[in-house]
């Protein structure tokens, strides 16, 4: 009895997982297991209990071997209600089973897509070491044009400058001759 005061406290505990219907139903499933629990015949006759205790509070009206005289035909036989809850945990089961069956489903398949992202990488590892080289290349190559693009337009720039100093001297002196025969006349 002890055990059914114990299940009435879990009873009403909130537990994660535990839809309010369930919740809900909780104490009232503790309560019928209880009556049901008080509704069990004692076989030996005696105080209700279940036995009679000893000194040490063990029952000593417990008889272990049973005879066949004591069991007769309808002993073994099922109730409708007994049956009904025999069939609800093999639905229930066999639903959870379906549900394993999907998740383990579902984790062979992730395996397996793992399994071949993980081949595909090692195909792609040296693909991508080759490119990674050949980008390095073209880099240092487009380094070295650079430079050599930057040294042409200096010298093109700095051959340019001195015909353009030229061609500034030869105008000033243009300039200066011209100023000379306007002021010697």
Known sequence: MEDVVKLQKLSVKKMKGVSAEDMALRPDLVAALHHRIQSIPVPDGGSGEGGT??????????????????LDEGYFQTSEESE???????????????????ISEGLDTLKNLAEDMSEELDRQVPLMDEIDRKVDKANSELRKTNVRLKETVNQFRSTRNFTVDIILICVILGIGAYLYNVLSQ
């Not at 000194?55 to 272990?64: C, E, K, L, S, V």
């Not at 009904?84 to 999907?102: N, P, S």
């Open 53 to 70: 205790a000893g000194q040490n509070g063990a029952r000593t009206g417990i008889q272990f071997d049973s005879s066949a005289e004591t």
């Open 84 to 102: 009904a809850f025999r069939r609800e945990y093999e639905m229930r089961r066999i639903k959870q089973d379906e549900g394993l069956d999907f």
